[in-house]
């Protein structure tokens, strides 16, 4: 008979002592418990003493807490946070630096404890940290587990950033600008620093004051601190005015932070971890993020320093020397070079530009494409002008409607998302990336044009196959932008229609009564597989990232299902693993017996408390959770909607409920079009002997004819 639901067996350790199994109860007070097992080892006042982990981070637990504890959890007796805290205030403000370097050591690892960390700042806790740094005595690992405390502290976020002072943020920013300091130190400093940035308003003012850029960049050639600094800099990038936006930009090129790091990050030789790559998002993210003042500006069909613009595209490619001296015929001649340009309105080009997005962004791009690419500027101007009336490709107009699709494709104008690593290193080898991604594209698209025969009609069919192109090419990760010249060539008219309609799967084909009870056969035996192969997966397991509030400071789980399907086993990690992790290496277990449901989104508890932020719409896209006996859930946030689907589909699978994922449904069409294409093969492949007319009779249900062509 199993115990029940509200029964958890569990060890109890105590130093120099046996240790303790009990049947806790959980409808008891936890001060109860602590008593009773006080007793057993004849400790007096258990009112200061608590209940910890003994293993992983080894937090207090609380009554709030208490229901996470599983069958077979190992705990310990510990003092409780209160005196812990009081002990810890007094130690680490003792003569004896090596005791106080002990206390410093320990506050450092309880400080990530919500439970201790309230009782140690209700202590005034944080403000003697504080004055410590600002003394300037602590050096080395002193230093070191004193920013560790005072930062885990803060990111509970029981304390405002606000209440700083100046001299504690000048003696932080002291660290990050002396040339020789610790680089645990220097981690820990560039972090403080970061979360003054993003959590104050005010505070961004003072570290702006304090730091510069080109201090920040030369901590890029040390891989031990490049994600920090770059996090900086990507914090006081997204909180500076957007008057100071373009300055700060300009300050960044000429301090070559572009090629540091393509050359130190990107280009080292080392792996790109998950925060590096979120990072180099971020900074690509609010460096396109500067093109939308351009982007969102109409032009004035009267400003005549605009209209000059024009003018120098019209002279750049028909040589404006030759201009007749009447303004009759100069009119005339203009008129014909701006339709020859490709401009809806021939008469006056300016009104073209008046839509936003993309506004003055494309002439922008268009005049660099003219100045910088004269030659093929002028080619494809000329090239287009030459054709016959109903196939020449109309270059303003496909330059103007190119800028407003790359603007949406690398999405110009949104806030970087939470949980995305979406950097492209080809935006890190040239100065001018979105420029020179825009002269890749006009002659895709001019291309793309001519292998379509397109017409003034099939503009908008040319813009989707070009937009096609561009997605599929940037999913490759191209590395540079002569790699992506090259995917790009690779994805010709004819490559996309072969895709498409592989893709598709020649589902028109597929839709007489007989295919249609065929395909109806093979599903099942389809879905099986599937379940099976979700079901494989889950048994290899994933490693998940736990949300917090610094990224830095990544940390890891895993989980996988038995080798039975009868159990999931997790657990915390220090760090994301290289392959499969071993079942004896997770500590807690669920049985598939009780999980309940498994919920999605919105619905899951660990999302229900997020803000509906932008920053979090992807995350909420990637969460789901388990929901077992009694009244418990096991959260997940999915590294990737592949991911995603993987575990929602093979969870369902185990639970024996319907796998309805994007992924499933992909793979089913996929599958059954294979398996069926593989069938009508075979019986094409029948060799049938001679043999007498055969006699007339009911035709079958696959009487049918199909064209393999």
Request: charged letters at 25%; hydrophobic letters at 40%.
């Amino acid at each position: 008979m199993p115990p029940p639901a509200d029964i958890v067996k569990v060890a109890i350790e105590w130093p120099g002592a046996n240790a303790q199994l009990i049947e806790m109860d959980q409808k008891r007070p936890l001060s109860s418990i602590i008593r009773e097992v006080c007793d057993g080892w004849s400790l007096s006042g258990s009112e200061q003493f608590a209940l910890r982990y003994a293993d992983g981070p080894q937090l207090y637990i609380t009554e709030q807490s208490r229901g996470d504890i599983k069958n077979g959890t190992i705990l310990r007796l510990a003092i409780s946070p209160a005196r812990a805290a009081r002990q810890l205030l007094e130690r680490i403000q003792s003569h004896g630096i090596d005791a106080r370097l002990e206390a410093l050591k320990e506050l450092a690892k309880l400080s990530a404890d919500p439970t201790f960390a309230t009782e140690f700042i209700n202590m005034e806790g944080i403000g003697t940290l504080a004055r410590l740094v600002e003394s300037g005595t602590h050096f080395g690992e002193m230093l070191a587990f004193t920013l560790t405390a005072f930062l885990e502290l803060m990111d509970h976020g029981i304390v405002s950033w606000d209440l700083i002072s100046l001299s504690f943020i000048k003696q932080i920013a002291g660290y990050v600008n002396q040339p020789m300091v610790d680089v645990s130190i220097l981690q820990r400093s560039l972090a403080i620093l970061e979360s003054m940035v993003l959590n104050s308003h005010s505070l961004y003012h003072r570290v702006a004051q304090e730091i510069t850029v080109g201090q920040l960049i030369g901590h890029l050639s040390n891989q031990e601190i490049q994600t920090y600094a770059i996090a900086l800099i990507n914090a006081l990038f997204l909180k500076a005015p957007e008057d100071r936006r373009q300055e700060m930009a300009s300050t960044l090129a000429q301090k070559h932070l572009r090629s540091i790091i393509l050359n130190h990050v990107i280009r080292g030789n080392r792996p790109i971890k998950a925060e590096m790559a979120h990072q180099l998002y971020v900074l690509q993210v609010l460096t396109f993020n500067l093109l939308e003042e351009r982007m969102m500006t109409k032009m004035d069909p009267n400003d005549q320093t605009q209209r000059d613009i024009i003018f120098e595209l019209r002279r750049i490619a028909f040589d404006g020397e030759n201009d007749p001296t009447g303004t009759e015929k100069r009119k005339a001649m203009y008129t014909k070079d701006y339709k020859m340009l490709g401009f809806t309105n021939h008469v006056n080009p300016a009104m073209d530009f008046t839509q936003t997005p993309p506004g003055m962004l494309a002439l922008d791009n268009m005049l660099y494409l003219a100045k910088v690419h004269q030659d093929t500027y002028i080619r494809i101007v000329l090239e287009n002008s030459s054709r016959e009336d109903k196939h020449e490709c109309p270059f303003g107009r496909c330059a103007i409607e190119l800028t407003r699709m790359l603007c949406e494709i690398l999405q110009v104008g949104e806030l970087p998302n939470e949980g995305c690593n979406d950097y492209h290193p080809m935006f890190f080898t040239h100065d001018r990336a979105w420029e020179e991604f825009f002269c890749v594209c006009i002659q895709l698209l001019n291309k793309t044009w001519k292998e379509m025969r397109a017409t003034a009609e099939d503009f908008n069919k040319v813009m989707q196959v070009v937009r096609e192109q561009i997605t599929r090419a940037l999913a490759m990760k191209p590395s540079s932008l002569d790699q992506l010249k090259n995917k790009l060539r690779g994805l010709n008219y004819s490559e996309i229609l072969r895709l498409r309609q592989s893709e598709r799967m020649s589902q028109d084909d597929f839709q007489s009564p007989p295919i249609i009870e065929l395909r109806e056969r093979i599903q099942p035996e389809i879905l099986e597989l599937i379940k099976q192969q979700r079901l494989n997966r889950l048994c290899e397991g994933s490693c998940f990232r736990k949300l917090g509030n610094r990224r830095r400071q990544e940390k890891f789980w895993f989980c996988r299902l038995s080798l039975n399907h009868k159990v999931l086993h997790y657990g915390d990690l220090d760090e994301s693993p290289q392959g499969e992790v071993p079942f004896e290496l997770l500590s807690d277990k669920i049985p598939v017996s009780d999980i309940k449901s498994v919920v999605t989104g919105k619905d899951c508890p660990h999302m229900k408390e997020k803000s509906a932020l932008k920053q979090n719409k992807e995350v909420l896209e990637l969460a789901f959770s388990v929901l077992y006996d009694p009244d418990e859930t096991l959260n997940f946030v999915a590294p990737n909607k592949y991911e995603y689907c993987i575990w929602t589909d093979g969870l369902c699978a185990l639970l024996g409920r319907e796998m309805g994922s994007d992924l499933t449904r992909s793979d089913l069409d996929t599958l059954i079009s294979m398996e069926m294409k593989l069938r009508l093969l075979d019986l094409e492949n029948i060799t049938i002997p001679e043999a007498p007319p055969p006699v007339p009779k009911e035709p079958s249900s696959y009487n049918f004819t199909y064209n393999y062509s």
